[in-house]
DNA sequence: CATCCTGTGAAACATTTGTTGCAATACGCG
DNA sequence: CGCGTATTGCAACAAATGTTTCACAGGATG
């Protein structure tokens, strides 16, 4: 256990003074420290060989409130070792009277945690794929509606700097669809959409399929309607503690979808960049200060 | 997810014949597969946002004797994939020289700890104050042109769905700015932008506060030049071992300023969006199953 | 239209949980 | 030995858990 963990020592370190069985009680938590997380109480105790109330005259004499804050403290440990997340210490000591106040704190700390777990094997093996699948493509149609559309916009803009292959579908006046007027097999359909799904999505995503079309999705769960009709699926959480989804993780997998695909092709991947550079720079697009007002 | 998992794939093969309650159930777990060891079923329930009772059913449905036969299961899970923490820390250290292959690895490994990195008290504390100012703004007008659109978008999207009280500045033929026309000193204006800069999104920003508008921004540097004319400023990386920057921080910020938000006022949102629900809900917006074709 | 059926929410249920008060015990010290 | 203190076990407690039951709503079927 690499990590930081104060409770335990605070167990440690105090454990001279305990009594044999508050002892006892402390010495199998250290040596078990999941259990805590996983079984009730009563167990533990029993399996510690104590008696139920050890446990809790054990937390106060560790000066907490009840056993529920031990509990409380190695749950979130072993929540954070199960995410594969590096060890970040949640200190939460000075609860700010705010409420709210460690809201952002949460958040970010979850969301880092949910691009970690990304990283796993299995998820950069369907990633590849995804890159794989989408680099043959003779065009890739991007579709994403409502939450959605920020990441697919976001994929189709920096695909945009690489070439003219990418197709978003969507725009004005609901003529988004009509972009698949002309594709064949030949073609990939990125896909991204989230519970609750956008109707439109998966109509769309369906008559792609119909038109022969390869179908990369990214999507947020193994029981999606998306699965069914996919040939690449990649998922990401988008649990956030707020009342909405989020999607951070979402968008990561579509810049490291961006980023394998320019990748396979260093070469045209930097040439299509300076073309792009040199376009905006004719068109006086950017700028480094604020620019004097043009009256 | 390496190991075999029986019951897992039982949940996703038999997804299809439940009923929407316990297809809601069934995917929270599928979702968040280490908090049903961690937690109480009632508990478990309400995050999922069902009944108590229909945990017990989908146990029964997925033919376990009852509920405590799925805790056992995924308690189990969590204690082996615990347990194989270090060893899985160990390979990851190993992987690390692989070229090419490794770049989704290396990226998502980044954008986590850049996020993570954003939850350092200097930033929290700026993110905090960002939040106060646009909680009491009248109106909060969004902008984020070219590579910042997804971010903009997004969190007006989100603020849509709690009220009416931000303005999008982007449209179609270029009328993005006349959004300006009503805003005043009671507004604010939260500007995206990251380098290089957009010429308008710089204009615009200037114009904003000559109208009085207050200004947030989220940007990459300290020596933005939105740092001169913004009253809050946040600041986010946004390096990347591609060839573009990323975005993903900057989105994950702006969804932390969404959930600050709303977290102010819990009531109101709640509210809002059970209001945005009822209206999306009478349009079938949203479906979980691939529509039949309407021909 | 009546009828069945399934899915759902609410309430009641027995059980288990974490806690606490109290008596029994062990132990140190004069 | 006697006494006081600290530790322990036990039993009772309210609160929660997981389960079951029942009634109702909505859709299909005859």
Redesign the interface.
Known sequence: MLQQDALRDRIVARFDEMSPQLQQAARYILENT?EV??VSMRELARNAGVQPATMTRLAKFLDLSGYEDIRAHF?EA??L????F?A?AREREGEQGQ???G???D???S???Q??R??E??A?AR??GAADLLGQARRVYVLGL??C???A??FH??MT?LGDRTVHLDG?AGTGADGLLWAGPEDVLLVISI?????QS??L???AREKGLSVVAIT????S?LI??SDQVILC????????H???PA??VS??L???M??RDREG??KA?QAADQHLATL????????R?RI
């Open positions: 999941q997380a996983l749950s072993l929540r070792r199960a995410d594969g590096a970040r409420a709210g106040s809201l952002a704190h958040m970010l700390q969301l880092s945690a691009i970690a990304l990283s094997p299995e950069l990633l590849e409502r939450s559309h920020s990441v916009w976001h803009y920096v700097l004005p519970s609750p799904y956008a109707v998966l109509e995503s369906a008559l947020d769960s193994e029981v309607p069914a009709i959480s988008t649990e956030s503690r707020t009342f909405f989020t999607l951070t968008l990561a810049e490291v961006c980023g394998l320019a990748a991947s930097l960049l006086d697009i950017y700028a480094n200060t604020i620019p007002r």
